[in-house]
Each structure stands twice: as structure tokens, then as C-alpha cells.
């Protein structure tokens, strides 16, 4: 079975500019979530979508935005790129969003470098 | 979500138990422990998760305080491939975003010959 797969692997893109990231959930997941990863940190959470609906958000500015389509893929836009942008872009998927008990997968990230 | 303090880094010799330790004092009743691990480079990767009971899996095993204000991850062999930084979560039910994981920094578990 496909994991939840991520598009593009690696980016550049210079300050000002704007970036969309692409994730394919698992098959049968509804909710998908967006994480950042800046070198040596843990993720942090940006986003929730269920069923394309915003069911969360982090503390991050709105130059960050994300959709989630009638097959629960989900992009995620940055505008505005700032060099602090630069990091990893990781999406989890799960079947639900409402339970403790519910596992996120991530997928593999994308590697944005912001020059 | 529950604040867990973990020790920045652990060494295992391969083929020994690998015991990492979590505390999650202010846990609360409804929240869940939760595992991930993630190797240099790629996804976090879910390994375990708990709410009162003793669990183990095909990866590891996890040990929670009766008081469940702390807990530990065994991976009872531990090979050159577990090297990886571990992860302890605390994440709630129902919070209208429960997805969201709160990761902190994680303890770097360096796997030896």
C-alpha cells in the first residue's frame, strides 16, 4: 500500500516568492496535517483538514494557507517567502480527527530552501 | 496537550535493550502517550502509543507509571537502524484538533557496535 506521498522532494526558491506543496494521504484517511520542521527542532504544527474543512491551525502567520480537495489531497501555499521559511514540510494523514487514539503517518517532507 | 521532558541523548550497544524514559508529570486522565521516532531526513514514524496500559507491538514495547506520570520505550534489540531521535508525546482526545502532535526535542538514541 502507497504511504502518504509528498511533491516536491526538494525546492529552491528565493525571498519573496511563493511555494505550493502537494500530499496524497493514504488511501481511506480523511484528515490531513501540516507540520514544519526547521533544522534541529521537532515539527510544529501548521494545519488540520477533515473532510476540507479547516479543523486546525497553529501559530503561524497568514502568509501560510492550505486547501484540501474532494480526494483528500491537500496543498499547502507559502507566500511571501521569508529565508526563516526554509525547512522541512511534512504532511500526516489519518482515518479521523477526533480521537486520541487516532495515528498520524507522515510522509517523507519537502525539503524547502529559501535563498 | 502534556508537556514530556526526555534526555537529550542515549547510547545502546546493538543487541542490548534500548530503554528511553519520558516524563509527563502533568498528563492528564484522557490523554494518550504517544512514540514517534524519526531517522536523519525522513517522516516521523509512529511506533507506539498508550493510555494506561502496558502496550507492546512488533517495534517496541511501552511501560507506563501506574500514576502515569511517566513512562518508558523499550526496543527490546536494538540494532544500528534504531539510531534515530525518539520522540514522547502527550496528546489528548477529542480537542477539535487532535491531530495536532506537540513535539519537543527528543532524545537522539545512538545505536553502537
Known amino acids: 500500500d502507497a504511504g502518504v506521498t509528498q511533491s516536491p522532494t526538494h525546492l529552491i526558491k528565493t525571498r519573496g516568492q511563493q511555494v505550493t506543496l502537494r500530499c496524497s494521504p493514504i488511501s481511506g484517511h480523511k484528515s490531513v496535517s501540516w507540520y514544519q520542521q526547521v533544522l534541529g527542532q521537532g515539527p510544529q504544527f501548521i494545519f488540520q483538514y477533515y473532510e476540507k474543512e479547516e479543523r486546525g491551525r497553529g501559530n503561524f502567520p497568514d502568509r501560510f494557507s492550505a486547501r484540501q480537495f474532494p480526494n483528500y489531497s491537500s496543498e499547502l501555499n507559502v507566500n511571501a517567502l521569508l529565508l526563516g521559511d526554509s525547512a522541512l514540510y511534512l504532511c500526516a494523514s489519518s482515518i479521523g480527527a477526533n480521537s486520541g487514539a487516532n495515528v498520524l503517518t507522515f510522509g517523507a517532507g519537502s525539503r524547502l530552501t529559501v535563498l | ?113
Open chain 2, 1 to 113: 496537550d502534556a508537556k514530556t521532558t526526555q534526555p537529550t541523548s542515549m547510547d545502546c550497544a546493538e543487541g542490548r535493550a534500548a530503554n528511553l524514559p519520558c516524563n509527563h508529570s502533568t498528563i492528564s486522565g484522557n490523554e494518550y502517550v504517544y512514540w514517534y521516532r524519526q531517522i536523519h531526513s525522513q517522516g516521523p514514524q509512529y511506533i507506539i502509543h498508550g493510555l494506561k496500559n502496558n502496550e507492546t507491538n512488533e517495534m517496541a514495547s511501552l511501560i507506563i507509571t501506574e500514576d502515569r506520570k511517566s513512562s518508558t520505550l523499550i526496543l527490546p534489540h536494538a540494532t544500528l537502524r534504531d539510531t534515530a531521535v525518539y520522540y514522547c508525546i502527550g496528546r489528548g482526545c477529542y480537542t477539535g484538533t487532535a491531530s495536532k502532535l506537540t513535539f519537543g526535542t527528543g532524545t537522539r538514541l545512538q545505536v553502537t557496535l
